[in-house]
């Protein structure tokens, strides 16, 4: 499937929600992106191995993968870039990734095949030049990964906000938010475990309403869109408790039993 976020004549924002094979509920859904700008390319959190081939077909209709200028990584999580060695291969791309994972990430690739192509940026983000605008790639760190950036298109005002606003769904219910209670379990565990601390959530939201965003798209599960579901969103997890927070000595003993099938 694949969502329009944002067209104008210079400037399109794509969503594509259901390349990978989730495999019976064995992979998460997880969500890329493409922007077009004035004919140039940039791919957000392209994915893993399995979503390469086919977001290569996809995106060929709304522009040449081989072209591609750039791939943004909100991190170095599997589902996020393991198909680097694929885009280096078949496209001119660089990757934009932050610089505390800029030299880990080459190991995904064969030797040799990142050299040169890997741009770190550093904890306080940068603006991106592009075609006639320049977009924001934003410090997210802790939220979930120690070196987490998001990345801001003020021409779509959509803040593509990685794994933070994931929600946990199958791929046929992926479609914008529009009663928050009602989407909220299928956020909650994920918020509760994956994200640091509430300490850096509310960092996160003083710089989210300074931006002020007309959409919030993170790479799982549905989209967050409007003042009205983004303000509720921002509310619930600026008092949210996670990560350390709730951590506790009993979590760190040994196991009593076996706790796996094998
Ligand atoms: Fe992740």
Redo the contacts with the bound molecule.
Sequence with gaps: MVFELFKNEQHVCLMFSDLADEGAGEVVQSNQFLIVQDGNGILLDPGGVMTYNELYIAMSKYFSPKKLKYIFAS?A?P??IASLPRWLTGSETKLLISALWSRFVPHFCPRGKAEGRIIAVPDQGTLLPFGSTAFQILPAHFL??EGNLQFYDPVSRILFS??MGASILPCDRVAPVTDFAQHLPFMHSFHTR?MVSNKVCRYWVNMVRAIDPEWIVP?HGAPLKGSLVIGQFLDWIESLSCGVDLMTQEMYTPPLGMNVSL
């Design positions: 991190h999580d589902d996020i979930h990964s990685g794994d994956y790479q």
